[in-house]
């Protein structure tokens, strides 16, 4: 039998690795890294390697499937994608011909391949934007304050290779995976120190000059005791300063109060490490911060430990220089009105957008554009402000991914909703409550692209084999469903005429398919970051070609008048998370653990791969972190399982007892959830045995107030050893 070498790319998780796949009569016999690619040079994972196993396992869905028995019955029958496609279709139709688009919701996960066609499919019903997605917890209280105040969005915007300080700040290793090589040659060769912030002592903390540990949703008051030192000790470019910013008076005095001693009371961090961080990160420049979730994205006051973020960042000064903040040409991943149908003067806070609570949350709409989810979820079981009627899940497993789960489940249940179909692999939690279930494609069997999300890259994505059966990729789902709504909005053929009329259109390279698929790597204009240095002084980054950043002010914005409009204070003011053992010391007396849920395994990507033995092997059961002290407390012991309950829920895991978490705090790692493993002879737990997110409040009163953000990572919690341990 002859061996196929094929190349492509690793969908896996956002690190796209380039991938080189052998097969053997549309089997997958070896996978490894692409050496070649110039993005991430050979470097691979088990969790990509769990490809060979996705694709040829016996219990994948393979065939569209129809309900027959009541809703979660677990009642099939195998329908063709015709029968499927014209059910969606003749759905859409009947919702807007009873109620209207808007009671329509298409929702998916976290950024996939088929982002801007899922924005075109939701533009063809008449809705547009995202439909429904995880963005109010998701990177974007990330970018978005980023954007308030330096004008654009940091999207793997670190240069790393020239920083003589990193800091990774609640960032996990597994997003790493191209760049760690060059951090340790940095802090190996360079002599850069690296810093780790987070409550977890995680594997980048081991190789940390300095790891400081805050308490869950405490960094926005990090960062103010960091300016606090920094101004103090005049540790800053004060030239800069005055020429490039603005509001730097204001923010000086609002950060006064922030003394290494308070904000050490409030991060539970020492003093003297808050000041050492100071010095190190003012005094070993170029400094360059790596921040993914942890200080800003899932915390109640989200948006402005974002702006506080960005406010140091600004003041340790290396913005657009070697080794510092990078400006990405046209802000990150590219698209088009042409593509999304969405036009470029749209008004997502305008009541024509119909965005459910978008007046309530005018931050998410602007920035998220989105339904916000908890709200969509309520708006199913209430009818207001409008009817829900139908939802289709494309790669998102809602029960195992939003906050409030018992919510959602309520509303999957109800007969309000009069339609749910899901797109997935396997049946998941939230595909067990579907109509319609849809199989799909997986990253070696699927003729797509990447979407340029990294650093401007075009990497082709043809297939190494065939999908088993009748799975089909999401592209294709879309443009099916597209067509069968308007066939003027869908002309192409299949997903490859739409890749190439897609990179033509974006990027003006006109290619034929073996061009594209054996060209592998392709610059774009986008790959230029960094080429050019300083661009704010000679008017690069605005659109008038004046000198500047991108901001009303045309300086950076230590107080933001955009900010204050969106329902902030102008400064980055700390808040202390809504329930906290500060905020709410008599939910504390019950709960007395602060919760911080959701940090990542190598092994699983969110709910997904909980089945496949290789990876489910090293984490057979739903565990959480508790420290060495408060365990001898409680009398937990390593392997026990342990009842985990908050405010709202309880939950059961198995301890994992150590010093990686700090003492008063409790970790529990995404997803609880696990399906059975076969091979492994392992049960399943259900979501609403083990699933994180029950735990977690929903809804008004309980989020960032104008961007929605649900409390993932800081909220209490009370932790117990089950008398029947072995449960
Ligand atoms: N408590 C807590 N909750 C969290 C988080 C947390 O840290 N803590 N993290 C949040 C974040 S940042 C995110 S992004 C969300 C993500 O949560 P989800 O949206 O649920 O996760 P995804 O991996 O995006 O999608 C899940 C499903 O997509 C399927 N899938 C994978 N690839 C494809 C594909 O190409 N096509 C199709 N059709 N299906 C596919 C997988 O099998 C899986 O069942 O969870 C959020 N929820
Ligand atoms: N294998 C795998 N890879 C993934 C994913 C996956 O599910 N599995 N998910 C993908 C997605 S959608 C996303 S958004 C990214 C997320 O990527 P990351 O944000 O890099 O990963 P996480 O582990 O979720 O969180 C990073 C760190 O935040 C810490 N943390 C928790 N609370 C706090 C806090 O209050 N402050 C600080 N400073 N840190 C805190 C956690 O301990 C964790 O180490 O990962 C992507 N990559
Ligand atoms: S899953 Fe692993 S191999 Fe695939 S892109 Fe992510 S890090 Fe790379
Ligand atoms: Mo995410």
Known sequence: MQTERKRTVCTGCHCRCGAVVYTQDNEIVRIEGDADSPYSHGAFCGSGITERFVHSDDERLTVPLKRVGERGEGKWEEISWDEALEMLAGKVRDVIDRYSARSIVVAQGT?????????RLKATIGNLGWGMAPLHVCLIPNIMPHVLTLGAGQMHGADVAHAKTIVLWGVSAINLLPEYKEILRQKDEAGAKVIVIDPRFNDLANNADLYLRPRPGTDGALFLGLMNIIIKEQLYDKEFIDSWTYGFDELAEMVLEWTPEKTSETTWIPAELIEEAARTMAGEKPTTIYPMLGPSCMHTNAIQSGRALTCLTALLGPVDVPGGFMYTPGGGPASSPELTLIPPDWNFNAPEANLLDGDKYPAFAAFGNANVPYSTFDAVLTEQPWPIKMMVFVANDALNCYEASPKVFEALASPNLEFIAVKDFYLTPTAKMADLVLPSSSWSERDTIDEEMFKGLIISNPRAVD???????????????????????????????????????????????????????FETDACKVGAEFK?????????????????????????????ES????????????????????????????????????????????????????????????????DAAEKGIFEGDWVEISSPRAAIKAKAQVSEEIGAGVIALPRPGWRQACKQLNLPGYNWDEVGINTLLPGGPGTTDKSFSTAPMRSTLCQIKRLENSDV
């Open 111 to 119: 950024s996939r391949t088929s982002n801007d066609w899922g924005q």
């Open 467 to 521: 999908p088993p059966g009748q799975c089909w990729d999401d592209w294709k789902f879309y443009l099916e469903w597209g067509r069968r709504l308007n066939p003027e909005l869908w002309p192409w053929a299949d997903e490859k005429e739409m890749v190439l009329w897609r990179v033509k259109l974006l990027h003006g390279i006109e290619l034929t398919w073996d061009e594209y698929a054996e060209g592998a790597y």
């Open 535 to 563: 661009k704010y002084e000679s008017g690069k980054l605005r659109p008038d070609g004046q000198p500047g950043f991108m901001t009303p002010s045309g300086r950076i914005e230590f107080f933001s008048h955009v900010t």
């Open 566 to 629: 969106l329902g902030y204070e102008p400064l980055p003011v700390y808040h202390e998370p809504l329930e906290s053992p500060v905020s709410t010391p008599e939910v504390a007396k019950d709960y007395p653990f602060v919760l911080t849920t959701g940090f990542r395994l190598y092994s699983f990507f969110h709910s997904a791969w909980t089945n496949v033995p290789g990876q489910r092997e090293l984490y057979p059961y739903p565990f959480v972190l508790i420290n060495t002290k």
